[in-house]
């Protein structure tokens, strides 16, 4: 039985804080953590399947033109070799997240260095890999293809633009105006498990073990690109070994092991080299971001300008939306925002953690610290002074808003100095030392959300979603939730997510996935608290349940006379989401050390306050939390994708090379997580946190550096060559 | 990876006899070989696998230096007491080097004929000249921050990427090495090769040639010092690197033995620099001139113009340093 619960006007019931159990927001540890760290969850490619073949795909070595022909026979003599698949439907591409159709097909297309061209098959994996680059392949090269996003004439995405007022004016006239420009370069999500798929036909049933964020949506894109029906296919993504979104779609191994397995007749398993993750799956574009900031004398904002440039490949809808949270963010008036696109032939730009705000609010908020500089006021005075009261662009009120919060907590929590700020004036040794500061906001995503809960005979219960958990706790938080709503231990609840066959989550992807599929195990619970209401003849929110008892004594076991009980909760966001602007918010201090030799810069400390509404669980959470911090510091300090010149292949395609931070790069970091509960945002009143961490946190780094050292840097990463550029004598 | 025989060589005598053939590699802890020949950069039809060989002790030696067994691993070599109390500018240089686990698993000979990280060495499907010769350079015009300054050549501008070996240049240690034409010993500085027209060429060994050990002569006074710049502080190859060997007599330099690393072909030896330095008193304008010695012939290619200006600034932290240590 379905309950379908759509939401149209906030929650203030709070139900969760009144019930019993109290498991929710625990920090407990996550459920599957034993089984990862022992090396017993299978990932996608580990899954045990006899008579596998192996598949290694081959990319393409120009950057636009025609595949002409390809020499089967040169490989196919070759020890092992079974097959040289060039089927027209082999994905050139990835999928964009949510897409819910197959990406670009047709490999004889070429659109960028290193695309997916043909998939060699193999008995053993080194066979395929040895023939992959044997085979030889001709192809019709088109000259000239753009590589330099700078260099063509960009589109203007559409449904981003706002002209309000008169900026330019407002520059003029304003007591402090600022005119900067921020870059910053591609980078990868680098996720540790490698995309990887193993297809298995059975007549025209076609199951697929793959890596993937968001089953619902995916296996559509597989259906479609297989020109198949979504009950013919399974797919099956029980651990998931980090995506940040880089799995959010269907990328090129999948359909690739599913054609081959047809063709051959057998199971093969594709798993992409590292080199082919870095090259063939998603690149955050670079941006280069125009900011103006007009203040009146008291550091209020009258103006307010962010226009951004990304790219990606022709064709491609996703756009790197820079301005997301600038739309909302501060006040001001005259407001002037643009989001245009150049059209080049690098390798496909989508999603990386924070879409948006992981590149927008580093420009904005080292652009804030300049006005701070200018106008002479500290730095989180400058934010709390520009909070607005409701949405400057929409006139929308805000669902909850905890950035005022944020910024005086972690001020405290950090022990920021409010006295006048001047850089150059700790020195120890060779290191210049100084803080920083910086705003976190995140928008609220949620999304439509389907769980099957069972409340066993024996007093256990049963939670079933084709939900994934990417690393990021889902299997621990939905225990909590269903264990707090039936009064369970959440050991007593077994969760199962990443199958196909279970009812349709939102999957894991824009910090949705806690919040959307937390409030359908929430809204199928409580259609089972209404049930066992009824049988002890009270209603549902005077039902206690606590230990599998209710407050009265009787036992869910004796409740249930040997029956299971089974709802499907269908939740679904109604009129909230247009109603209100919704959003996590946060702050971030750091406090780094510049070399005066050498440029190096090393963080110190750093601490993230962070209000997303309620906590699930206390150190999966922080944990979010951390692992987003960390990424700040990457995209601050090392993080790059390089590409070349000429040809556009992605250069640092491995993980020595593209340098994500290292334990010794990352210091003690602190959290804050500030009490919160966001009755707009869903009926559990959570948000999302798995992005918030890095969304301004790189920031807090450059604004602490040019503290430090009096360099003022405006394009990140601040490596070592460009603090010294800028580095007074 | 191409299907290939692997031998175990059961003597010296044998692994050279192996290796002097042109299709057969000498495997000992095999971390850089074996990424490469997964990428089919290295495509040995035979590899001899030397590690039962012995020579892997570290040892004293007659006249108060220390021979580092070239089977020996990094990770025993940069732990050792010796090298720990008189060689630490060597334990140093190995720590700052790879991780851990690579340092457990590679062996100091194999840590001197590592190869270059150049993005063009390692990409078959982009021109490399040290890969196939006359194919061209990738990195010259191409990403070439990490890319050398000092002694480039038209056909190859890549970095030796290695710490230990730009100590031991530092150390004036030497290379002992065993070959069917008998045994001969190197000095660390003349081991590798500029790329000249020969990129492909890295360094001295000939075919059959086995390192056998690293001797280091008796230890000297002063001050020893390994600066490695880096953008990551752990787990990255240098931008520059610093050894040094310094000592102050009276307020004057009396000793000062500089060897540099990420800036060329091979550990960057240019024993004008420390002659410089030898008798005069530590000053901004004597470090300077240091410098411009060192980079008289310093060449950028763009992207890395800034590791001149970086090299001259991480000589005076390293100079600096060794002076206050000493006042």
Not at chain 1, 324 to 331: A, D, I, R, V
Not at chain 1, 646 to 672: I, K, S, T
Request: net charge negative; glycine share 10%.
């Amino acid at each position: 039985m379905t309950v379908h619960f759509k939401q149209d006007e906030p929650d203030n019931s709070n139900r969760l804080d009144g019930m019993k159990q109290g498991v929710l927001g625990k920090p407990l540890p996550r459920i599957e953590g034993l089984a990862k760290v022992t090396g017993t969850a299978p990932y996608a490619a580990e899954y045990p399947v006899e008579n596998c073949a192996e598949g290694v795909l081959v990319t393409a070595t120009i950057t636009r033109g025609e595949v002409t022909s390809i020499d089967r026979e040169s490989v196919l003599s070759m020890p092992g070799v079974i097959a040289v698949i060039d089927d027209e439907k082999l994905c050139t591409r990835a999928a964009q997240g949510t897409a819910n159709e197959a990406p670009m097909q047709g490999p004889a297309q070429v659109c960028y260095w290193g695309q997916p061209i043909a998939l060699v098959v193999a008995e053993t994996f080194e066979q395929a890999r040895d023939a992959a680059k044997h085979l030889n392949v001709e192809y019709r090269v088109e000259e000239g293809a753009p590589l330099d996003p700078g260099a063509v004439e960009p589109e203007e995405q559409e449904g981003e633009t706002v002209h309000q007022g008169d900026l330019a004016h407002a520059m003029v006239e304003a007591a402090h105006s600022i005119d900067v420009t921020y870059t910053t370069k591609g980078h990868a999500s680098a996720a540790m498990e490698p995309h990887a798929a193993i297809a298995e036909w059975d007549g025209d049933k076609l199951t697929v073990h793959a890596s993937l964020q968001m089953l619902n949506y995916n296996i559509t894109e597989l259906a479609d690109a297989l020109d198949m029906e979504e009950d013919d296919v399974r797919l099956i993504s029980r651990y998931v070994g980090g995506g940040f979104g880089s799995k959010l779609g269907i990328s090129e191994e999948v359909v690739a092991a599913a054609l081959a397995a047809k063709q051959v007749g057998r199971p093969v398993r594709v798993v992409q080299s590292r080199q082919q993750v870095f090259q063939t799956v998603m690149r955050r574009s670079e941006t280069t971001q125009h900011l103006r900031l007009a203040a009146d004398d008291n550091g209020k904002l009258v103006g307010f300008g962010h226009e951004a440039l990304v790219s990606n490949l022709p064709g491609e809808s996703f756009a790197e939306p820079v301005l997301q949270s600038s739309h909302f963010l501060y006040g001001g008036e005259n407001r002037e925002l643009m989001l245009k696109v150049a059209r080049i032939h690098r390798m496909t730009a989508g999603s990386v953690r924070a879409p948006g705000e992981a590149v927008g609010m580093p420009a904005l908020e080292g652009a804030m610290d300049v006005l701070a500089k200018k106008a002479g006021i500290d730095p989180v005075e400058l934010r709390l002074r520009n909070i607005p009261e409701d949405d400057p662009e929409e006139g929308l009120q805000f669902s909850s808003h905890k950035l005022a919060e944020c910024l005086k907590q972690g001020a405290d929590a950090f022990g920021w100095d409010k006295g006048l700020r001047k850089p150059r004036q700790r020195r120890e040794g060779e290191w210049w030392v100084g803080t920083g500061m910086a705003s976190a906001a995140r928008v609220h995503n949620i999304s439509e959300a389907k769980a099957r809960v069972t409340l066993k005979a024996d007093g256990t219960a049963l939670v079933e979603t084709d939900m994934t958990d990417i690393g990021t706790g889902t299997y621990t938080i939905l225990a909590q939730i269903a264990g707090e709503m039936l009064g369970l231990d959440p050991k007593r609840v077994l969760v199962e997510l990443g199958d196909t066959r279970h009812p349709r989550g939102p999957g894991s992807g824009g910090s949705w996935g806690a919040a959307s599929i937390g409030s359908a195990v929430y809204v199928a619970c409580k259609a089972i608290r209404e049930e066992l209401a009824a049988k002890i003849g009270t209603s549902e929110d005077k039902l206690e349940l606590n230990e599998g008892k209710t407050a009265t004594g009787e036992s869910l076991t004796d409740l249930l006379e040997g029956k299971d009980l089974a709802r499907e909760g269908h939740y679904e966001p109604g009129d909230i989401e247009d109603d209100y602007t919704a959003s996590g918010f946060g702050a971030f201090f750091a406090e780094v050390r510049v070399n005066h030799y050498t440029g190096e810069t090393r963080v110190e400390r750093m601490l993230g306050a962070f209000g997303f509404g309620r906590v699930l669980n206390a150190k999966t959470a922080r944990s979010q939390c951390i692992g987003g911090i960390t990424w700040s510091i990457g995209l601050a300090l090392t993080e790059a994708l390089e590409f070349d010149p000429r040809d556009g292949h992605l250069v640092n395609c491995d993980l020595a090379e593209y340098h994500v931070p290292v334990h010794r790069d990352v210091p003690d970091l602190d959290v804050v997580l500030v009490e919160e509960r966001d009755a707009a945002a869903s009926p559990i009143q959570a948000k999302g946190i798995g992005e918030l961490g890095m969304c301004g946190g790189a920031a807090a780094i450059a604004n602490a550096i040019y503290n430090a050292c009096g360099a003022r840097l405006y394009d990140y990463p601040m490596t070592p060559d460009r603090v010294l550029a800028a580095m007074p004598d | 990876m191409r299907p290939f025989q692997y031998t175990r060589a059961p003597s010296l005598a044998e692994a050279s006899n192996l290796t002097a053939g042109k299709d057969t590699l000498a495997i000992a802890g095999g971390t850089n070989l074996l990424d490469l020949m997964k990428l089919q950069v290295e495509k040995p039809g035979k590899l001899a696998d030397i590690n039962r060989l012995g020579f892997a002790d570290i040892e004293d030696t007659g006249d108060g230096g220390l021979r580092l067994g070239a089977l020996a691993t990094n990770t025993e070599t940069a732990v050792h007491p010796r090298v720990r109390s008189d060689y630490p500018v060597l334990s140093r240089a190995i720590l700052a080097g790879a991780t851990q686990q690579l340092r457990n698993k590679a062996t100091n000979g194999g840590n001197l004929c590592q190869r270059t990280r150049c993005f063009y060495f390692t990409n078959i499907d982009q021109p490399c000249n040290k890969r196939e010769p006359g194919s061209g350079c990738g990195a010259i015009d191409g990403i070439a921050k990490l890319h050398a300054i000092l002694g480039t050549s038209d056909q190859c501008i890549a970095t030796y990427p290695g710490d230990m070996a730009v100590a031991l240049s530092a150390l004036g240690a030497t290379v002992e090495i065993s070959g069917d034409k008998g045994e001969r010993s190197v000095p660390v500085c003349d081991f590798h090769c500029l790329p000249g027209d020969t990129p492909w060429i890295e360094n001295i060994l000939e075919p059959g040639e086995i390192i056998t050990g690293i001797v280091l002569p008796a230890p000297v006074g002063g001050k020893q010092i390994y600066r490695k710049v880096r953008e990551r502080s752990s787990y990255a190859f240098a931008l520059v690197s610093v050894a040094a060997v310094l000592e102050l007599t009276n307020g004057r330099f009396s000793r000062a033995d500089l060897a540099f690393g990420g800036l060329a072909h091979k550990p960057w030896h240019d024993p004008r620099v420390g002659e410089c330095l030898l008798g005069q008193v530590p000053s901004d304008a004597l470090f300077d001139k240091a410098a411009d010695i060192l980079l008289e012939d310093a060449r950028g290619f763009g992207e890395n113009d800034f590791k001149i200006p970086l090299t001259r600034r991480t000589l005076h932290a390293v100079l600096s340093q060794a002076t206050e240590d000493a006042a």
